[in-house]
Antibody, heavy 116, light 108 residues
Framework: QVQLVESGGGVVQPGRSLRLSCAAS????????MHWVRQAPGKGLEWVAV????????YFADSLKGHFTISRDNSRNALYLQMNSLRDEDTAVYYC?????????WGQGTLVTVSS | SPEVTQDPAVSVALGQTVRITCQGD??????ATWYQQKPGQAPVLVLY???YRPSGIPDRFSGSSSGDTASLTITGAQAEDEADYYC???????????FGGGTKLTVL
């Protein structure tokens, strides 16, 4: 069955970096557009970034440009989110999701807490 | 300002019909997609395109669109439908997605 499993979350100090990973299985990962979506505690969903199937095209939420980078390794069926200069407001559950316009598959999320 | 907006909360009596709406200029061009999220769980896709349901989503969920407003309708709401519902769409650039703020549905 389809599985997306995020990892790499944890507690990190403001200004530090963190890299999240998403391991995919059960579907043709290399054919899918992949996204990161986050949800701050008690808040709504916020779209973060998208990457095309071959990794050539990447787009970010305007507020996050230059702050996060997205990449993928189709040979490993893996998606990544590199988060730099983390701020308190980056505290959230980070989900990876698969699909073009519709996000068909979602992981269970990984919690990132930015705190000194 | 958010590109798509939703009412924060809606309630419905058990077995009755409820409509959850999503409004934004991008919806004049792009269909809304709808997700259901229950506490402590990841979102689940419930409706997409003109009015399509993924496998496993009950047919009491349906969608419609008019102008800049998209709607998710639940006909005969069940207790298990109580959840947060989010719409999303492409934004004005067409390269990015945007989510509405979510609607908390209470089934009375």
């Amino acid at each position: 069955q389809v599985q997306l499993v995020e990892s790499g979350g944890g507690v990190v100090q403001p200004g530090r970096s963190l890299r999240l990973s998403c391991a995919a299985s059960g579907f043709s990962f290399s054919s899918y557009v992949m996204h990161w979506v986050r949800q701050a505690p008690g808040k709504g969903l916020e779209w973060v970034a998208v990457i095309s199937p071959n990794g050539d095209n990447k787009y970010f939420a305007d507020s996050l440009k230059g702050h996060f980078t997205i990449s993928r390794d189709n040979s490993r069926n893996a998606l990544y989110l590199q988060m730099n200069s983390l701020r308190d407001e980056d505290t959230a559950v980070y989900y990876c999701a698969a699909g073009y316009d519709r996000l068909e598959y979602w992981g269970q999320g990984t919690l990132v807490t930015v705190s000194s | 300002s958010p590109e798509v907006t939703q009412d924060p909360a809606v309630s419905v009596a058990l077995g009755q019909t409820v409509r959850i709406t999503c409004q934004g200029d991008s919806l004049k061009t792009y269909y809304a997609t709808w997700y259901q999220q229950k506490p402590g769980q990841a979102p689940v896709l419930v409706l997409y395109g003109k009015n399509y349901r993924p496998s496993g989503i009950p047919d009491r969920f349906s969608g419609s669109s008019s102008g800049d407003t998209a709607s998710l309708t639940i006909t005969g709401a069940q207790a298990e439908d109580e959840a947060d519902y989010y719409c999303n769409s492409r934004d004005s650039s067409a390269d990015r997605l945007v989510f509405g703020g979510g609607t908390k549905l209470t089934v009375l």
